[in-house]
């Protein structure tokens, strides 16, 4: 079992800022790969960002609506993941995500974070 602790999440004026955070209890390492995703009301959850395993080539993908202002990156010290939000909108109110996708494709989540972005 994977767990995953999310933060970072607030509320935001239209065109600010927020990073989020994600601590997994394992290390990333080569094989697994580690994402965001969001959830708005009424809404199917969508990716919005994910780093693929080192083994499959450690490229990151991005929802085309929130390409050029969100940055998806990592870090192996202490197994983490962050989301830079930079020009928010009030589109990209939700509720968000951490991931974690292993080689098997077993998925794990984290208990979300709120995002409000206010117009």
């Known amino acids: 079992q994977v767990r995953l602790v999310e933060s970072g999440g607030g509320l935001v004026q239209a065109g600010g800022s927020l990073r989020l955070s994600c601590a997994a209890s394992e290390s990333i390492g080569i094989r ?14 969508e990716l919005v960002a994910r780093i693929l395993s080192i083994r499959s080539g450690g490229t990151t993908n991005y929802a085309d609506s929130v390409k050029e202002r969100f940055t998806i990156y990592r870090d192996n010290i202490p197994n983490a993941v ?11 109110t939700a509720v968000y ?13 984290g208990q979300g ?3 409000t972005v206010s117009s």
């Open 97 to 109: 995500y951490c991931n974690f996708r292993t080689l098997d494709n077993r998925d794990f989540w």
């Open 32 to 45: 697994n790969s580690i994402g965001w995703y969001r959830q708005a009301p009424g809404k199917q959850r």
């Open 113 to 115: 974070t709120q995002v």
């Open 82 to 92: 962050y989301l830079q939000m930079n020009s928010l909108k009030p589109e990209d």
